[in-house]
């Protein structure tokens, strides 16, 4: 089946820091992908809608400039949290669609994410 | 706007029949979903089925879909403690591929 990977698979940082989250689609080509934001014992948040070479298309209550995603081939797309605070750490999970996959999103296996 | 909800906790002892059950509102959803999500991982795909079936039966698993009531349910014959997880249900409606996730249901299988 489509494999989608994310790297790192965790993260710690300092608060005022900036980190970054990849997410590939290794066997297949992802037109479309999605990042997602789930707290402890919560369902997942969609944050963004990211489709390759364009802008990623944002939920409401979600801020751009914090939350900066580039998707700019069809195996990848990533996540930069800007400015890392506290309230940012989170489990943060991609997904993708792709040609090889249109009925159905293929998960990523997450990045924890902590800010000190 | 959409929304999707599931009762938060199941238990059930090894061996037994869990049945999950899931209710949505949108009611051009083209696609719903099963997924599972075991402590500290994705989630994984565990099985779909279009809007215009009933019922779908992959092995242990059954889905059951009543358009009518918008009510989704897994069942899983044979629980067994490898099967203790939270299970998400999930809709995708007709425009593109937002889906939209309950809020999940973890279910504890005893021994």
């Known amino acids: 089946g489509a494999v989608v990977s994310q790297h790192p698979s965790w993260v710690i940082c300092k608060s005022g820091t900036s980190v970054k989250i990849e997410c590939r689609s290794l066997?297949?080509?992802?037109?479309?992908m999605f990042w997602y934001r789930q707290f402890p014992k919560q369902s997942l948040m969609l944050m963004a809608t990211?489709?390759?070479?364009?802008?990623?298309?944002?939920e409401q209550g979600v801020e751009k400039d914090k939350f900066l995603i580039n998707h700019a081939s069809l195996t990848l797309s990533t996540l930069t949290v800007t400015s890392a605070h506290p309230e940012d750490s989170s489990f943060y999970i991609c997904s993708a669609h792709g040609q090889g996959a249109p009925d159905t999103q293929y998960f990523g296996p997450g990045t924890r994410l902590t800010v000190l | 706007g959409e929304d999707v909800e599931q009762s938060l906790f199941l238990s059930v002892r090894e061996g037994d029949s869990s049945v999950i059950n899931c209710t949505y509102t949108?009611?051009?959803?083209?696609?719903l979903y099963w997924y599972k999500q075991e402590p500290g991982a994705g989630l994984q795909l565990l099985t779909y089925i279009f809007s215009n079936m009933d019922m779908k039966q992959d092995q242990r698993l059954t889905v059951l879909l009543n358009k009518k009531d918008k009510h989704l349910s897994l069942r899983i014959a044979d629980t067994q403690t490898g099967d203790s997880a939270i299970y998400f249900c999930a809709e995708r409606g007709t425009g593109g591929f937002k889906t939209i996730f309950g809020a999940g249901t973890r279910l504890f299988v005893k021994a």
């Open positions: 949108d009611s051009s959803s083209t696609y």
């Open positions: 990211s489709n390759e070479g364009s802008k990623a298309t944002y």
């Open positions: 066997d297949f080509q992802a037109t479309t």
